[in-house]
């Protein structure tokens, strides 16, 4: 110890350094307005459609906007789990993709498996985004649910900036289900 | 062992942060423009096991950096070495390293640009174009048929509006012709196709017939291929009714336009991913070189260890040498010119091992040499003194003590007028000596008297290293003593020689007159014959006994001298003269007197003529009185058994005090004058002392030291 000791204050000293600088950066970005936002749930009893309907609200900007433009399919997963009380892993997810056909000139929203819809206009389809179909969940306590950009369909030269980023971070956190 | 386990892995993971470093640079691929990467750079486990590694790794290159930087400061042996190959190594690998990033850096950019050349993608950009047109010709033909078909539908009836509308899903080749209400409810509805059997009323409806357009449409993506969907307003009202309608499209034209559509699309994509594709490599770049440098000074720090270690070695090894170590080798495996520095250095310290030894040797031998003469000047009768270059006091022998009466060694490192003032009667000697070293003389010798009127004989050499004396001095008295002793001892033996021959036959031939005439011869004859032959028999006697006596002085017996004790010999002696009247005698005998090297037939000799010279000198009929003590004392650092033969006769003449012991010194009416010189010889012999003294209430003492 005796002759590293000066070594080893001095590599505290560098990781209290680096340690700080990521909790101010973390800081920063959590101050920053997120792109994508689960705006409320709702339960849906009685009704043609038995679920939970969620709001969404996307400002699609910068690159995922350009992406978008250019070809560029982006894919999310609208997911859901239970808490009880410890949260286990994701129990299900909805697959949701937008793009843009050429040949149309449209964009394209499609829901899993579901036929594509068109929409000439990009407001309409983000429109269209925000109010995904209801998920077949059964009413009851526990229920979380998140939205986030899947990273992995994206174009692998696409991931690591989509991962580094700030303007591809299109993720919300767990949100619980009243 | 349990301690150095985690020691072996930690030192190991630095090696394995550097390997799985290694790995990743060959197989992480940042491009993964048409296949799945082998190695996904952004999968989380890749960053994090690589953000791992490069932070053990450069926590391992900091720490030992560190130690080094602090080693060179404490100037350890072989740390600037290894320093100096250190920066070397570094400036030998990081700049080509950076060099050949930066260039790498600009070929994939301008690679990456030359694959985009705009003209492509305008190419690309007309050919989607032509379908585009092709469909917005066809949606305009259909749609001025759906033009008049709605003219012709609102002229008819229900029934007919229904037939005609029948009649139109054959004449326009339409898939679907649905009519809706105001109420958005289906009026009519006819398919050719199954998918549109059921009806759907459109999402979107013509808002008005601005702008010429009183009509939607859009192509619709199916499995099969796209369907045309028009949708067309019968009126300008809010709540029009609508007649929505789909079409097919050529099979070829759909195939073709669907492959350009790929195309196109995929080229419009890989144009826009080249900015994140020159992204991705440049990061997967990066991170090659980092882990390629961190790599480079991790491995420079410990080849320059390693390197230096064998100096590091060699430098405490001489180190240890310097300090008197000549035990430490050196390990010989290798065959560089390290190694033959290696060898050459332990063949060094063996020889010098051998030297050593061979000096240690040298300097017993002298030190024996040195006991030994020390030994002899201690034990000879003499006394020695030295003097240093300064006429100072160094050493002085037992002899010199005893002669000079003083403790001599106590004023070692006084000068001579120092010693002549603490010591007033060795004055002559000290001035004899300053005088001779005045004038410089090699040497000299002379007799002095000292204060005390003792007469010594002098002799002084001059030391050859720092000048100083070394005196040799014997009593003079002492000295002719010695002389007188050995002349009167080859006196004695040649009387004894020339004498004792004739003894025997003067004695048988009076012995014979006696017994051949004495019968013979008148009374007044024999009586003259008898006293005349008695006297001759009696006076041979008495010549007899002093020719033994003069013969045993002569020739002294060979001394056999055992260990043994003084006690039974004295209480031996004392048994024997047990039965004389007018001797008695006084023993005090120490009970813890060591034993003593005694030749046991001479001390019994010594004693009797103790006895002897007691009783002889005391005139009868007075009795003798005889004290026997013994006990142990010390002098000049020697220890002595001390044997006090005291009597109460009338003492010793003064006059012969000094000469007592020499041979027919005696002032006793009777004897051979030979007893107490065979005591003083008994003594020498012995290597003891012997004086006399003068007791305080009458008589003599004699006062005999043995050596212990």
Request: aromatic content about 6%; some cysteine.
């Amino acid at each position: 110890m005796g002759k590293t000791g000066l070594n080893f204050r001095r590599v505290s000293a560098f990781a209290t350094c680096v340690v700080v600088l990521c909790l101010l950066s973390g800081t920063t970005a959590a101050i920053a307005t997120p792109a994508l936002r689960l705006v409320d749930t709702e339960w849906l009893r009685g009704s043609v459609s038995e679920g939970l309907r969620v709001r969404l609200a996307l400002e699609l900007s910068g690159e995922p906007l350009q992406a978008l433009e250019q070809g560029v399919a982006l894919p999310f997963r609208l997911q859901w789990r239970r808490c009880e009380p410890g949260c286990g892993d994701v129990l299900g997810e909805q697959r949701i993709e937008m793009r843009h056909a050429p040949l149309l000139q449209r964009y394209m929203l499609q829901f899993d498996d579901s036929p594509p819809r068109q929409f000439p206009f990009r407001a309409a389809l983000l429109g269209a985004f925000e109010q995904p179909p209801v998920l077949p969940l059964a009413p009851a306590a526990g229920w979380q649910v998140r939205v986030r950009l899947w990273r992995e369909g994206l174009p692998a030269p696409l991931r690591l900036p989509a991962l580094l980023r700030d303007s591809w971070q299109l993720d919300t956190d767990w949100q619980a289900v009243p | 062992m349990r301690q150095a386990k985690p020691r072996w892995l930690l030192s190991l993971l630095p090696w394995l942060s550097g390997l799985w470093l290694g790995l990743l640079a060959l197989f992480l691929d940042g491009s993964g423009a048409a296949v799945e990467p082998r190695l996904d750079p952004s999968s989380t486990w890749v960053i994090g096991s690589a953000a791992i590694a490069l932070v053990v790794l450069l926590a391992a290159s900091l720490q030992q950096l560190a130690a080094l930087v602090q080693a060179a400061r404490r100037k350890e042996a072989g740390a600037r070495l290894s320093w100096r190959l250190l920066r070397q190594m570094l400036v030998v690998a990081l700049p080509p390293l950076l060099l050949l990033y930066v260039a790498a850096l600009k070929f994939i950019h301008s690679s990456i640009e030359g694959w985009f050349v705009p003209d492509i993608a305008q190419g690309f950009q007309n050919a989607l174009a032509v379908p585009q047109r092709v469909m917005e010709l066809e949606q305009q033909r259909h749609a001025l048929q759906l033009r008049s078909l709605v003219t012709e539908l609102q002229a008819l009836a229900t029934a007919e509006r229904d037939a005609r509308l029948l009649q139109a899903l054959d004449d326009l080749d339409a898939l679907e012709l649905s009519l809706f209400g105001t109420d958005r409810s289906v009026l009519a509805s006819y398919a050719a196709d199954p998918r549109f059997v059921l009806p759907r009323y459109p999402e979107q409806v013509p808002a008005s017939f601005a702008g010429g357009r009183d009509y939607l449409y859009q192509l619709e993506p199916r499995d099969d291929g796209y369907v045309l969907h028009l949708v067309l307003a019968l009126d300008s009202s809010r709540n029009a009714p609508v007649l929505q309608a789909r079409f097919g499209l050529d099979p070829v034209l759909q195939t073709l336009a669907s492959r350009i559509e790929d195309q196109a699309r995929a080229y419009q994509r890989l144009s826009y991913l080249r900015g994140a594709l020159r992204y991705t490599l440049s990061a997967v770049l990066s991170f090659v070189l980092l882990a390629s440098a961190l790599g480079a000074v991790f491995l420079a720090l410990a080849l320059a260890r390693r390197i230096a270690r064998p100096i590091q070695r060699l430098a405490a090894a001489t180190e240890a040498v310097a300090q008197g170590d000549l035990t430490v080798k050196l390990d010989e495996a290798g065959d560089d010119e390290l190694t033959a520095l290696a060898r050459g250095f332990n063949r060094m310290t063996r020889r010098l091992t051998e030297a050593d030894q061979r000096v240690r040797a040298g300097q017993a031998e002298l030190e024996t040499e040195r006991a030994y003469l020390a030994a002899v000047i201690e034990r000879i009768r003499s006394g020695v003194i030295t003097f240093d270059g300064r006429l100072r006091l160094t050493t002085a022998n037992s002899a010199a003590h005893d002669l000079l009466e003083a403790e001599l060694l106590s004023l070692r490192g006084l000068t001579t007028t120092e010693l002549a003032a603490a010591l007033p009667a060795t004055a002559p000697l000290l001035l004899a000596l300053e005088r001779g070293y005045a004038t410089g003389s090699a040497e000299w010798r002379e007799e002095l008297a000292l204060a005390d009127d003792r007469r010594l004989f002098l002799r002084v050499a001059r030391l050859p290293e720092d000048g100083g004396l070394v005196a040799v001095f014997d009593d003079a008295g002492e000295v002719g003593r010695l002389q007188r002793e050995t002349a009167w001892g080859e006196v004695a033996r040649r009387l004894a020689h020339e004498i004792k021959n004739p003894l025997t036959p003067i004695q048988l031939a009076a012995e014979r007159l006696r017994h051949r005439y004495l019968t013979r011869l008148g009374p007044e004859d024999g009586q003259v014959l008898d006293r005349a032959t008695q006297t001759i028999v009696n006076q041979v006697d008495a010549l007899k006994t002093m020719v033994n006596a003069f013969s045993d002085y002569a020739k002294a017996p060979r001394l056999r001298p055992e260990r043994q004790a003084l006690a039974p010999l004295v209480q031996e002696i004392v048994e024997l003269y047990r039965g004389e009247d007018r001797l008695s005698f006084q023993i005090e005998l120490d009970s813890q007197l060591p034993a003593l090297r005694l030749d046991s037939g001479r001390i019994r000799q010594l004693l009797h003529n103790l006895i002897s010279n007691a009783c002889e000198a005391q005139p009868a009929p007075q009795p003798v009185l005889l004290s026997i003590t013994a006990q142990v004392v010390s002098e000049a650092s020697r220890a002595f058994v001390e044997l006090l033969v005291a009597d109460n006769g009338p003492g010793v003449d003064a006059s012969i005090v000094e000469r007592i012991f020499e041979p027919y010194v005696s002032t006793k009416p009777k004897g051979s004058g030979l007893g107490l010189a065979i005591v003083k010889r008994i003594i020498d012999e012995h290597g003891g002392q012997i004086r006399v003294e003068q007791r305080s209430g009458g008589g003599a003492q004699f006062r005999i030291r043995l050596p212990v």
